[in-house]
C-alpha cells in the first residue's frame, strides 16, 4: 500500500497542475466536446460559457462565507481552546489520522458546509499536537470525510425531492427521505465508507523517514489588534472595544437561530451554517475590533474560491445548455438493464460531476433522461435519485473544486492530497457500487 501510495503522490507532483489551471484546461476540455457531440457550434459554446460564467455567484458567496465565518470561529480563543482539547485525544500519527477521518465524516454527514470546514481546521489543530503525523495525509483525510455528504442529512437531491412542488414532482412524486437517505442501502454505504475510509487513510501511512512534517508554529494564526492607551480612547475605539455590543448581536442572532429550529426542525442548510459560525465567532472574540481583526487574518484563504468557481459555472454552463450533460447520461442509458441501470446511473454521474460540480445543478440536467429511463425500465425514482447523488459526492475526491477551502484552510496545494484521494475514489467507488448493485 505504502509502494502504491508513493507512486500516486509522485504522479500528482509532476502532473497534476494548480486548480486554476485544472479548470482552464478542463473549459478547453468541455467547449471542444460540445462542437464535437452536439449541434453546437463554437460562437455557441462561447455563447454558453459567457452566459453561465456568473450563475454561481450567489454560491460563491455562500462558500466565501462559510470559508472566512468558519476559519474566524476556529481562531477565536473559546473554539481554539475547545479544538484544542479535542485534538488531545490523539496520541500518535496513527490515531490521529483515524480521529480526523471520523470527526470529518460524521461532519460532512451532519452538514457538508459544516464538515468541510470543521474537518480541516480540526486536522490543523492536532497537526500542532502531533507533529510526527504527515501533515498531507492528515488534511486528505479532513477531505475525504467529504464522500459521504450527499448520502447524509444536507443532501441536495434527497432533501429536493422529499419537498412538495420540487421541479420533477410531476414525474416522481414526492420521494420521502425513508426511501433515499434512511432506506437500507443508503445506510449500508454510509456505514460501510466510515468504518473502511479511516482504515484506508492509516493504510497510506508514509513510513517516518518519508513523512512530510510541519512546524507547529506555522499553524499559529495571530490576530493582531494595535494596543491604545485607555486614556487616549476616542468613543468610536471604546464601541469597537465594546463587549456589550457583541453580546447584544449575538443574542439576536441566538434568537433567530433558536426560532428557526423550532419552527423548521433540523433545517441546517448553507445560510444558517454561516450564520451559527457568525453568530458564535462575535460571541466568542468578544469585541468587534477582535472580531474584524480575525475576518482580516481568514479573508487571506478565500482568494481561490472567489477567482475559480465562476470559471466552473462556465463549464456547467456549457455542459447544459449545448446538451452534453445528457450526451453523456443518454449512453450510459443505452446499456443499461433494470439491474445495471443504478450503477451505470451513478458512473454517470461521477463523470457529469468533474464539469458539473454542484449537486442541485447536476440532477436539473440529469434527473428528465435518467427519471425517463428508470420508468422504462422498471426501477425506483428514489433509488435512481440516490445513484445520481452518490455519483455526484464520489468524483469529489479527485475534484479540486470541493478541496480548495481545505487546501486554503491547511496552506497545501491541490497535489498534495491528491496523491491519497484517489485511493478514496476506488475504495469508495466499490463500496458505493455494490451497496447500489446488491442491496
Known amino acids: 500500500m505504502k ?20 479548470v482552464a484546461l478542463l473549459t478547453l476540455l468541455v467547449f471542444a466536446l460540445g462542437i464535437g457531440f452536439t449541434s453546437s457550434s463554437p460562437l455557441d459554446m462561447v455563447v454558453y460559457w459567457g452566459d453561465g460564467f456568473w450563475e454561481l455567484l450567489s454560491f460563491t458567496m455562500q462558500m466565501v462565507v462559510v470559508l472566512v465565518a468558519g476559519y474566524v470561529l476556529a481562531i477565536s480563543p473559546v473554539f481554539k481552546k475547545l479544538l484544542s482539547t479535542l485534538a488531545g485525544a490523539a496520541k500518535s500519527p496513527g490515531s490521529a489520522i483515524l480521529l480526523v477521518t471520523v470527526v470529518s465524516l460524521i461532519a460532512c454527514w451532519i452538514n457538508w458546509g459544516f464538515g468541510l470546514v ?18 498531507r495525509l492528515l488534511i486528505a483525510s479532513a477531505y475525504s470525510g467529504f464522500i459521504v455528504w450527499h448520502g447524509g442529512l444536507a443532501g441536495s437531491i434527497p432533501l429536493s425531492i422529499a419537498t412538495a412542488d420540487h421541479p420533477f414532482a410531476d414525474i416522481m412524486g414526492v420521494v420521502p427521505t425513508a426511501e433515499t437517505l434512511f ?6 454505504i454510509v456505514i460501510a465508507l466510515v468504518i473502511c475510509v479511516p482504515l484506508l487513510n492509516r493504510l497510506m501511512m508514509p513510513k517516518p523517514e518519508e513523512t512530510f512534517s510541519i512546524e507547529p508554529k506555522l499553524l499559529e494564526e495571530e490576530v493582531a489588534i494595535a494596543a491604545t492607551a485607555e486614556e487616549s480612547l476616542t468613543p468610536a475605539d ?14 439576536l442572532g441566538l434568537v433567530y437561530l433558536i426560532h428557526h429550529f423550532a419552527t423548521n426542525g433540523f433545517d441546517l442548510n448553507l445560510n444558517i451554517v454561516n450564520l451559527i459560525f457568525f453568530i458564535l465567532g462575535i460571541i466568542f472574540h468578544g469585541t ?3 472580531f474584524l481583526a480575525a475576518i482580516a487574518t481568514a479573508i487571506k484563504t478565500a482568494g481561490g474560491i472567489i477567482f475559480q468557481f465562476p470559471f ?7 455542459m447544459v445548455a449545448s446538451g452534453l450533460a445528457g450526451v453523456i447520461s443518454e449512453w450510459f442509458v443505452t446499456i443499461s438493464t433494470e439491474a445495471t441501470f443504478p450503477l451505470f446511473s451513478f458512473y454517470a454521474a461521477g463523470i457529469v460531476n468533474f464539469f458539473v460540480p454542484s449537486g442541485g445543478g447536476q440532477w436539473a440536467v440529469q434527473a428528465p433522461i435518467m427519471l425517463e429511463a428508470a420508468q422504462t425500465l422498471g426501477v425506483s425514482y428514489s433509488k435512481t435519485a440516490m445513484a445520481i447523488a452518490w455519483g455526484d459526492a464520489w468524483t469529489n475526491m479527485i475534484q479540486p ?19 491519497y484521494c484517489v485511493f478514496v475514489l476506488l ?10 448493485f446488491f442491496f
Open 183 to 188: 432506506s437500507t442501502y443508503n445506510l449500508v
Open 288 to 290: 468587534p475590533k477582535q
Open 401 to 419: 473544486f470541493w478541496a480548495l477551502p481545505a487546501l486554503a484552510i491547511a496552506g497545501l496545494r491541490a497535489k498534495d492530497i491528491m496523491g
Open 118 to 135: 470543521i474537518g480541516a481546521l480540526f486536522a490543523k489543530e492536532i497537526a500542532k499536537k502531533v507533529t510526527t503525523v504527515d501533515y
Open 427 to 436: 475504495l469508495s467507488g466499490v463500496i458505493i457500487s455494490v451497496g447500489l
Open 238 to 251: 471604546r464601541l469597537e472595544r465594546s463587549v456589550l455590543l457583541s453580546m447584544l448581536i449575538g443574542a
Open 312 to 318: 466552473y459555472a462556465g463549464i456547467m454552463g456549457m
Open 3 to 22: 509502494l502504491l501510495t508513493r507512486w500516486s503522490n509522485y504522479i500528482m507532483e509532476r502532473y497534476l497542475p494548480d486548480p486554476y489551471v485544472f
